[in-house]
């Protein structure tokens, strides 16, 4: 994927390396975790990755697990190579602010 094809809502995620997640409940053909312990889950609001993390009776985190959607840690990776950290971040304000005037018309 070409980095100017990247979508805006991976794109933040890329460029502050954090993702905005909630609370998420698996659907049924969806993979829940180990049958012991706690399973907790987490969807990002943006770029749709999952995290899943399972603690035991002892509150030890026994298993974590990162899902990306297809084609995002590719994405992530080739940003990575083009762009330095602040260059991602100039990049994620000038999506901002495109979305902004975009908007505004
Ligand atoms: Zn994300």
């Not at 993979?31 to 030890?60: A, E, K, S």
């Not at 901002?96 to 975009?102: D, G, I, L, T």
């Amino acid at each position: 994927m070409n980095v100017r094809d990247i979508p805006d809502e991976w794109w933040k995620c890329i460029s502050t390396a954090r993702h905005a997640m909630d609370d998420y409940i698996p659907g049924p053909n969806e993979d829940r975790g180990p049958n012991y312990g706690r399973t907790f889950h987490n969807r990002c609001l943006l770029c749709t990755t999952t995290r899943r993390v399972t603690i035991d009776v002892m509150g030890q985190i026994v298993e974590s697990r990162y899902d990306w959607p297809d084609g995002y840690r590719e994405a992530r990776k080739e940003a990575r190579l083009e762009y330095s950290t602040d260059d991602m971040r100039l990049e994620h304000m000038r999506r901002v602010r495109a979305a902004r005037k975009e908007r505004d018309l």
